[in-house]
T-cell receptor, first 113, second 113 residues
């Protein structure tokens, strides 16, 4: 059974610090990887997607993918209190047209001012 | 206007009642999904549909059924609700480009007494 693992947290960082969120996945042939942010009581919001090994940067967010080690991470630079949320890692299979996302349970991030 | 809408947003019902949750989207996406979210368990896929004539079970389909009335509408039914179906339910959509990303509705909070 395909699995996506995340530390549940909470991960606590001070304002302005770098927050590092990690995710591992079990299906070696997975091809697409996503990070969602979810505020309490709200729906998940896609913030990053990554498909190839290496880093992908978007503003204060950097997604890192290492397929050989089967992990994907999310770095948040200059963390702000508004970044406090649960971050969900999601993984898709090799046949992107035919599979649905598998989600991790999420890591709760708390940024203190 | 929201791209993905869900009705009702909140529902309290009793054990044994039949409940229907509705989802509509204006994104023009072919693919629609139903997820449930429970504290500590993350998002789990219930059913998904890649077009009007295509319905697929997810990892936790027991006790649920779905209907894809049109490209834009996807309904989830609980034929005989039970307390452990108390959860936050999300509808999601995606396009067919293969990116696998999902756009989520605002969620329906269902309580079964």
């Amino acid at each position: 059974q395909k699995e996506v693992e995340q530390n549940s947290g909470p991960l606590s960082v001070p304002e302005g610090a770098i927050a590092s969120l990690n995710c591992t996945y079990s299906d070696r042939v997975s091809q697409s990887f996503f990070w969602y942010r979810q505020y309490s009581g709200k729906s998940p919001e896609l913030i990053m997607s990554i498909y190839s090994n290496g880093d992908k940067e978007d503003g204060r967010f950097t997604a890192q993918l290492n397929k050989a080690s089967q992990y994907v991470s999310l770095l948040i630079r200059d963390s702000q209190p508004s970044d406090s949320a649960t971050y969900l890692c999601a993984v898709n299979g090799p046949n992107q047209a035919g599979t649905a996302l598998i989600f991790g349970k999420g890591t709760t991030l708390s940024v203190s001012s | 206007d929201a791209d993905v809408t869900q009705t009702p947003r909140n529902r309290i019902t009793k054990t044994g009642k039949r409940i229907m949750l509705e989802c509509s989207q204006t994104k023009g996406h072919d693919r629609m999904y139903w997820y449930r979210q429970d504290p500590g368990l993350g998002l789990r896929l219930i059913y998904y549909s890649f077009d009007v004539k295509d319905i697929n079970k997810g990892e936790i389909s027991d006790g649920y059924s779905v209907s894809r009335q049109a490209q834009a509408k996807f309904s989830l039914s609980l034929e005989s609700a039970i307390p452990n179906q108390t959860a936050l339910y999300f509808c999601a959509t995606s396009d067919g480009t293969g990116t696998g990303s999902k756009f989520f509705g605002p969620g329906t909070r269902l309580t079964v007494l």
